[in-house]
């Protein structure tokens, strides 16, 4: 990949990839330092990038790593909600604790999936994203993507039968 066509793929990519990391990370400079070290790692390997399938799901992935080890550096397990999101809603300590914990054991669950599983899944679930738009971010079909997500689905559904019951 050349200068300019990785000027316009970064341009282009930079605010989703933004979005995800505030969303793991909740902290809009936290978030924007994600996102140019992950710039930095693209522009290192910028001659490979025409290589990958779809190197905007690549530079997602690199996002979700890169925010995983921001969260653990910080023993954050999730960002908290800030006050502004919580007005005229009066939670509890003990609600916010099981909601920390809760979403701690998804994010353990989800990394034991493949990472291209777990790229698809926080794409449609996190993100919101339709799988229309999931297919042309990662560069696949519809079909290959809703098959992706029943699969992942059901991977998740016996991960968390399995540490219920131990």
Known sequence: MHRSEFEKFASAVRPRLASRAFAMVGDKAEAEDIVQDCMLKLWTIRQNLDDYTSPEALAMTIVYHLSLNILRDSNRSVALPDDDSLSGVDYSPEELIAERESEAEADRILSKLPDTWQTIIRMRHVEGMSNSEIARTIGSTDGAIRTALS??????????TQQNNT
Do not use: G, S
């Open 151 to 160: 699969r992942a689905r059901c991977r998740i559904a016996e991960l968390f």
